[in-house]
């Protein structure tokens, strides 16, 4: 308990009395306190969007999933710089210091995430908080370093008191009220944060295609279908077509066919389209999606392929680039004679 008190009176100190705080710090004293507030910062501002990584990670499986899993801790990246600039600041002998110079940056982005959860997010930029708390905490390291230059031995102890314990539990309490909320809030959507997974079926939908004809969830058995999810924007995508049409064209013979699906929201989505076709010379269908087969399937990015075989079950799934080996190594797993 005394250790607990001790830890609340340094981080409540570290904003009450910041000079005190730090010339009075050893090296041992705060040695976990980096890793605490890199946990704070991850689940009290940012779990959301680590959770919708996973749940993403977890529907497409395998080792292709792993850069999805990835981009969800992004996130990090502004502590993670943060923190490189405040232990610049500070010196190198000083880096135990560094963690309590970043709780004004865990505080802001805490709190705006509560006030967003609570119904009033602020009208500011995506970053624009990560960034003002990287200022403050640089501020703090740049206020800080005259008096941590000091030895400690001639440092004035930061004075203990009531109120520095009540700063300190804030400074954890807000960040875990945060995850808290947001931790219950993926736990009542998992199921429909990620997108449709492997193993599951096709669900149903009706469309049409940009010759005039219908597409239903029908129209994938009896061989195996890539669906490619695009859009006319998607520089990954142009990227990415010539290997979708080279695969049509080669495995054809298989029964296996790539459906192209374009989720353009803008403009004439018939005319851009069609355009897109005759640009890029795709031989495979394309198929004109208003949002209701991208809402089936749970899109949140593109590309988005997926593999279905000919009994109408998902068998593969994946965002983004994929590399030429893998996917046909996943279409040579449905389209295979069995032994």
């Not at 808290?180 to 939908?205: I, K, M, N, Q, S």
Request: glycine share 8%.
């Amino acid at each position: 308990m005394n250790r607990l008190r001790t830890a609340l009176a340094r981080w409540g100190g570290a904003l009450l009395h910041p000079r005190a705080t730090a010339a009075s710090l050893a090296p041992e004293d705060g040695a976990r306190d980096g890793l605490l507030f890199i946990l704070l910062f991850a689940a009290g501002a940012h779990l959301l969007p680590i959770g919708d990584a996973v749940a993403d990670f977890t529907a497409m499986a395998g080792l292709a999933a792993l850069p999805t899993l990835l981009s969800g801790f992004t996130v990090l990246i502004p502590w993670l710089v943060t923190t490189l600039a405040v232990e610049a600041i500070l010196g190198p002998q000083r880096a135990h210091r560094a963690a309590l110079c970043l709780l004004p940056m865990l505080l802001v982005v805490a709190l705006a995430r509560l006030l967003a959860g609570a119904g009033h997010p602020l009208p500011v930029p995506k970053y624009s908080l990560e960034i003002f708390g990287a200022v403050l905490a640089a501020g703090l390291a740049l206020w800080v370093r005259p008096a941590v230059c000091m030895s400690r031995e001639t440092a004035t102890p930061a004075p203990p008191g009531r109120a520095a314990v009540v700063v300190g539990a804030l400074v954890v309490l807000l960040p875990l009220v945060s995850a808290g909320r947001d931790a219950a809030d993926l736990a009542a959507h998992w199921r429909t944060l990620a997108p449709v997974a492997v193993g599951e079926g096709v669900p149903d939908f009706h469309a049409e295609d940009l010759d005039g004809g219908d597409f239903t969830t029908a129209d994938l058995r009896g061989g195996a279908r890539l669906l490619v999810f695009f859009t006319s924007w998607c520089g990954v995508c142009s990227d990415e077509m010539s290997k979708y049409a080279a695969v049509h064209r080669e495995l054809g013979d298989r029964g296996f066919a790539v459906i192209g699906v374009n989720c353009d929201r803008e403009g004439d989505q018939r005319a851009i389209a069609a355009r897109y076709r005759d640009d890029k010379q795709l031989p495979f269908r394309i198929v004109l999606d208003h949002g209701a087969i991208a809402r089936a399937f749970r899109l949140s990015v593109y590309p988005h392929l997926v593999l279905v075989d000919a009994h109408g079950q998902i068998r593969w799934v994946h965002q983004g680039r994929a590399m030429d080996s893998t996917l046909r190594a996943a279409i040579a797993a449905v389209t295979s004679p069995a032994p």
